[in-house]
């Protein structure tokens, strides 16, 4: 069994996409190496924040697992800088897939375009395809656009989306948000398999509790954009809760700017940003903070989703500071102890809450054991291969 493995980040990217795929890659090609199978993953060069791009082979083998890394242009992580930077990935995707036989295609994809570009190639090659949705590309967009770019653009993304989802034989879905909008697409087969919790987070070591009169850091890593929408929030908590907490952000994005001004706007001096780290660095910060904050723009599209952030936090013992509303509100309600949940946005509640609620650490045992990243990647992988030869899977 030959795959064909489709992701636009991955090893040595800084993404959730690039944890979620180099570890996934990884165990597909383990699963298949005893009957001679190939994975074939085409990605890109690191891209993900035009400040942090670490070297990386164009070509490397291991062992059954190829991996070809396609160069693209820098961008700032808007919807259209992404869609352009697609197409010199996709001609590329081509020319090398002509150049092999598959037996199946597989696409990990936040955008609508790269799974668009899998039910392609395997209507052409004449194989099934198989995707691994971790993000609802057309709601998302269209909640983010003006009007008259929205209407422009709505049927011409539904026209994509419909073809795309209907080439699929079997849709993984990252949250079970998405359960509801993927019902008119009947002809395939669905699994839920989340994000997970890599093997460097749980093995962290414990935590020491700050001192009452100590400094409280809040802590935030990762990407800066419309759907974070940080400026609307951390500068105006910042000011309401002053000298007693700070803010430390380490990332890049497209909305930085808007974060960088609006913190000058409000004129207080309690927020550090950072340019994006490794991923190791990352981790020493994490020990370092006190509370580790997630937060989501308030537009429908996000209230489906399920942010990868939740379960890197949810392997330590900090408590976490949740800005989201819908499915990923439940999902803290129902996995994550000692955990503030406030609506996206509101810097008053989540100020009121931060003096009110006594601070603690907490471990998460079973969050842990049920999240962790090789047991979902072993059963996904297992998933993925029922879907040309079921009569290979068993327990490995």
Not at 108 to 125: E, N, P, T, Y
Not at 367 to 386: G, P, Y
Not at 387 to 392: D, R
Request: charged share 20%; glycine share 6%.
């Amino acid at each position: 069994m030959r795959v064909l493995y489709l992701t636009f980040y991955f090893e040595p990217d800084l993404s959730a996409g690039s944890f979620r795929n180099t570890a996934l890659a990884a165990e597909l090609a383990r699963q298949l190496a005893p009957n001679g199978g190939q994975v074939h993953v085409i990605t890109t060069q690191p891209n993900r924040y035009p400040s942090f791009s670490p070297p990386a082979p164009a070509h490397e083998q291991r062992g059954n697992l190829t991996i070809d890394r396609v160069p693209v242009s820098t961008h700032q992580n808007g919807y259209f800088d992404q869609m352009h930077s697609f197409w010199g990935y996709a001609r590329t995707v081509r020319k090398l897939a002509k150049q092999q036989q598959y037996d199946l295609v597989f696409v990990s994809s936040s955008r609508l375009f790269s799974a668009l570009l899998g039910a392609w190639l395997s209507s052409r090659l004449g194989i099934p395809l198989v995707l691994d949705v971790r993000d609802l590309f057309r709601e998302v967009m269209l909640d983010m656009l003006n009007t008259p770019v929205r209407m422009l653009l709505a049927p011409i993304l539904w026209i994509i989306e419909t073809y795309t989802f209907g080439r699929a034989r079997h849709i993984n879905m990252v949250s079970e948000g998405f359960r509801d909008y993927f019902s008119r697409f009947g002809q395939a087969s669905y699994s839920y398999f989340t994000n997970g919790i890599d093997a460097e987070f749980l093995n962290m070591p414990s935590s020491i509790p700050p001192a009452s009169n100590q400094t409280k850091t809040i802590f935030y890593a990762g990407n800066i954009g419309a759907g974070q929408d940080l400026h609307t929030l951390i500068p105006e908590a910042a000011r309401l809760l002053g000298s007693t907490y700070r803010f430390i952000v380490i990332g890049d994005g497209g909305t930085l700017p808007k974060l960088e001004i609006a913190v000058q706007l409000m004129g207080v001096n309690n927020v550090e940003i950072y340019s994006p780290v490794s991923r190791q660095t990352v981790l020493n910060f994490y020990q370092q903070a006190d509370y580790l904050l997630v937060h989501l723009a308030d537009v429908r599209a996000l209230k489906r989703v399920l942010p990868s952030k939740l379960f890197e936090y949810g392997a330590t013992d900090k408590p976490i500071l949740a800005g989201v509303s819908g499915y990923p509100a439940q999902f803290v309600q129902k996995h994550l102890d000692n955990a503030i949940l406030f609506n996206p946005g509101d810097a008053h509640s989540l100020t009121a809450q931060l003096r009110e609620t006594p601070y603690r650490l907490q471990n998460r045992p079973e969050f842990r054991r049920q999240f962790n990243r090789q047991a979902i990647v072993e059963d996904m992988a297992k998933c993925i291969r029922l879907v040309v030869e079921p009569e290979l899977v068993n327990v490995v």
